[in-house]
């Protein structure tokens, strides 16, 4: 049927009917989600890691399924055919829920299951809509929103982790160079902004560098201690609703799908009441933030001048500073790096709240923590790219000037 100039087709729940647009994979249960959570205008869709990381546990639950004898071998080797595309990043328009609509992310896991059922039924030579002879049941089998998204948002996370991981290992041997390039340039140590004693330049970059190092290792342990998953743990951890076969082989299944050594949090209660290890690598993110805001402040502070600053380096010039002063060269990377990490602080803020709001036996806010997640490694990783590339790598010493401070620092006693 056609409503206007829109096809549609009709779908029923406990509730009542509604229309669902007929190209849609999605179904009755999602429409309902965008009429009664959607605020953000952040879809699921827009997080395509997070869709990939579903998908997997789709797939691998459906192995376990069948494993455990509770789905038939067609049904659970059409919900895996189903998950390629989710899983390959596409019909990411197929997943219009907000990301952080009430219910414990129960729109979030209703909108994947519509749409796997809709494939994994078309995959058989079903129509949209008709749920034969797959059902969102079928897709869900042995799960609950609360072990699905708990898993899949961490997943998330690991995977995300990884390009941030390699920008920081770049960023730290860019500042260890400068550190070594720079080792043999005196110059004057400040203390409180006021005169120190003579030092080298490189003793400041070595410490930047040891700084980063640090943060990385900080971050690294934080985000592999998501490696124990609640999945097999249902509503409240006590697996309820999954028989045993099933909670026995969906982890190893898990690990196998995503190719990470996974193993099953312990006591599975704790992991769906409280988000404290999603807070951990929040704090460790806010940490590196706070971290880069010190180093990009410095060098501002270094490059300022040229003739009436400090003017001790100089940055790479990447574009006009000014639409007043002609020739002026603004460090708009630093200071790029800088409102980024103001931005991540800003999401560690809401991770905080999150956590705090936990409530009883499970904390519905967990899903917005992840994304918050999600939103600083991204910003992070974008930023600090550019901070290494543009900023750190072609940063010079003036080397005429640094030793004219020394000079003068030369007499001072230390303080």
Known sequence: MSTGSAAVRMERDGLGERAVPAEALYGIH??????????????????????????????????????????????????ETATAPLIAGELLQHFPVDLFGGGGSIGIHMNVNEVVANLANESLGGRRGDYTPVTARHVGASQSTADVCHTAVRLAILQEWEPLKG?????????????????????????????????SLGVLFGGYAALMARRAQSLEASVHALRAIA??????????????????????????????????RTPLPDALQNSDDIADVSAQLRLLAESLIKVAQDLR????????????????????????????????????????????????????????????????????????????LALLCAALERFEARCLRGLQADEERCRALAALGRGAAPR
């Open 30 to 79: 999602t429409v309902r989600a965008l009429e009664n959570l959607g605020f953000s205008s952040r879809p699921l869709g827009s997080c395509p890691v997070y869709v990939r990381t579903l998908g997997m546990v789709k797939r691998a639950t459906a192995h376990a399924n069948k494993a455990a004898e509770i789905l038939e071998p067609r049904i659970a080797a059409a919900i």
């Open 167 to 199: 920008v920081l290992a770049r960023a730290t041997q860019t500042l260890r160079d400068r550190e070594q390039s720079f080792a043999s340039i005196p110059t004057l140590a400040r203390t409180c902004l006021q005169d120190a004693l003579p030092t």
């Open 231 to 264: 999945l097999g743990g249902t509503v409240i951890g006590s697996g309820d609703g999954a028989p045993a076969r099933y909670r026995a082989e969906i982890v190893p299944q898990l690990a196998e799908v995503t190719g990470f050594p996974l193993v099953a």
């Open 301 to 376: 502070l270094l490059a300022s001048g040229p003739s009436g600053g400090f003017g001790e380096i100089r940055l790479p010039p990447v574009q006009e500073g000014s639409s007043f002063f002609a020739g002026k060269q603004n460090p708009v990377i630093a200071e790029t790096v800088m409102q980024c990490a103001f931005l991540v602080l800003g999401c560690d803020r809401a991770v905080q709240a999150a956590t705090e709001h936990a409530e009883l036996y499970l904390n519905v806010f967990d899903g917005l923590a992840a994304v918050q997640v999600l939103d600083a």
